[in-house]
């Protein structure tokens, strides 16, 4: 209780931490209550286009006349959606297989270190190549889900190595004397001592899967319907916005983006300062 | 230390097995015929079409067993056989794509390597330093939060449009003929350094951050404690502190590598560069089978290969794998 309250302490005087949960907060709002006030569907054709933004269209319009607004709000969306299926399915992967090479060792570490070192190897965007140039229809989330099944090694690298110095504690071995059955050691004695730490890792999968999602839909890997924020700069490129100049449609986008990821970061660094007693500032 | 090669030397030779198979099966498996979706893109012609269909079934050669599909597909990789570019003029798929790559390495290396050194020099050098810190970290933060294409984008308008000072698309002037001359070479560095500075600008935030991060780490170290409390010059603890701290660096560089590639292709595609990015947007709005397969083995082999450097690279830095005979790593 007292260990609790003194995490809650440092957590709220931690400007850091407070900055970036701010920042994100006003855009996890901006997604859920943004397309309410949008007066237009994010892919119609609703006014002039090449239009600055007015009383009427808040970001201006694109080319063709659609909402920039509307479609920075609803691309919101799909970049949370990615950030959390993607981050969140990196993040198991890479606690399951850390845990159990760390734990197991031996034999079963050898093969799951051997698989680890191949997805490394293979970056996202070579197997959403692949996928995407047979797969004519594609949503979100199966963009997401091969997001998460190629980022994760890292996180399996490092839940492995913390597992290892882990296993060896007194508290392990008697957790293990007395016969304790190998996952309730794991998830019983392992996982609590460490779990700011897969907290942390869990931010840093979600920011990194953002950042992933929008390089692919830029290059043309992206999702096949809806919109996204990587989506409205692939269009905004492919239709010379910046040869034209039209400055409200390149910045909303990549602001979002940039303010989304940087916030993340930025908590993910007061959190280790809340965490760890020795980087707090004296 | 043989040891350790001959361990790493199996993953990646596994590794590129897996990549190729990979690259084989999924045109194999996947619902629907890929000769038939091409062909579809040819049926305005029944001759034509009938001449590309025995093309196509002689290079998947379907009717034979998978297993020797399999091994023509190995046979024709060694011979540096990826089939034909069906979009960019017939020409062959090897061809179309090494003479892209120049232009990825001119941008990638001096941009990965420039950023590493000068960014974990100067997080170190920021790190532990208050007021410093202050100011110099929540700009890291926001760079290394940026998309690479973005930044390209943003870089472009400004310089491009809004100044009007520096060209935004190609490599060079389409005047100019590419030759050995100053006035090429600095055409062609106008245009290089816009894709170049996105990449550069992105990636030295992120290896700041890391090395400041990794040197507050390693001043906490017992070691560290140890040597101010002998009296040893602030200086002195710092280079210590340096050469610990680099070397999780040099692991966070190849776990980043895949990142940074799709980053410079999306960079590429900005500014209309002509490398692997550039060709691999065209294939992929135009569904040309052969270059994607081409330009995803490029990628992966390029990573990999980058991969086998930094692992030497480690090992030289590294006093403890160069000295163990037995090659135990952690």
Known sequence: MKTKNEFLYFALRNGRLKVGFCILSFFILLAIFGPLFAKHGPLDYAGPGYHPPSKEFWLGTTTFGQDVFSQTVYGLRSTFLVGLVAGGLATFLGILIGFIAGYRGGMVDELLNMLTNIVTVIPTLALLLIVAAYLPYRGILVQSIFIGLTSWPW??????????????????????????RPLKIIFGEIAPNM????????????????????????????????????????????WS?????????????????????????????????????????? | MGAYFRRKIIIYLLTFVFAVTIDWMIPRFMPGNPITNLLSRFSTRSDT???????????????????????AFWAGLFRGDLGVSLYVTGAPVTRVI???????????????????????????FAA????????????????????????????????????DVLPIAGAYSFSMVPGWNWAFIWDFLKHWILPFSSLFLVQFGGWAIGMRNMIIYELEAEYSRYLESLGASSTLVRRYAYKNAVLPQITGLALQLGVIVAGAL????????????????????NQDYFLIQGCFLFIIVGVLLANIILDIA?????????????????
């Open chain 2, 314 to 330: 480690y090992i030289m830095i590294d006093p403890r794998i160069r000295h163990t005979a037995g090659g135990e790593t952690v």
């Open chain 1, 195 to 238: 779990m700011s730490y897969l907290f942390m890792t869990f931010i840093l999968q979600f920011g990194g899967a953002i950042l992933a999602a929008v390089t692919l839909d830029f290059i043309g890997l992206g999702p096949t319907q809806g919109i996204s924020l990587g989506l409205m700069m692939q269009n905004a490129v492919l």
């Open chain 1, 155 to 180: 996180a399996a690298r490092a839940i492995r190595a913390q597992t290892f110095t882990l296993r060896t504690r007194d508290f392990v071995d008697l957790a293990r004397i007395t016969g304790m």
């Open chain 2, 98 to 124: 090494t003479r892209a790559l120049p232009f990825d390495l001119a941008l990638l290396i001096p941009a990965i390597m420039l950023s590493y050194i000068l960014g974990n020099k100067f997080g170190a």
């Open chain 2, 49 to 71: 079409t009938e001449v590309i269909a025995g093309y196509l079934n002689e290079i998947y050669g379907l009717d034979k067993s998978p297993l020797r599909q399999y091994v």
């Open chain 1, 241 to 282: 916005a910046i040869q034209l100049g039209m400055w409200w449609w390149l910045i909303p986008p990549g602001v979002a983006i940039t303010a989304i990821v940087g916030a993340l970061y930025f908590m993910n660094t007061g959190l280790d300062e809340v965490f760890n007693p020795k980087l707090r500032e004296l």
């Open chain 2, 128 to 163: 532990r330093k208050k007021k410093l810190d202050g100011i110099v970290l929540p700009i890291w933060y926001v760079l290394t939060a940026t998309p690479y294409m973005w930044l390209g984008i943003l870089l472009a308008w400004f310089f491009g449009v809004a100044l």
């Open chain 2, 266 to 285: 999306a960079t590429e595609v900005v500014f209309s560069y002509p490398g692997i990015g550039h060709l691999l947007k065209e294939a992929i709005m």
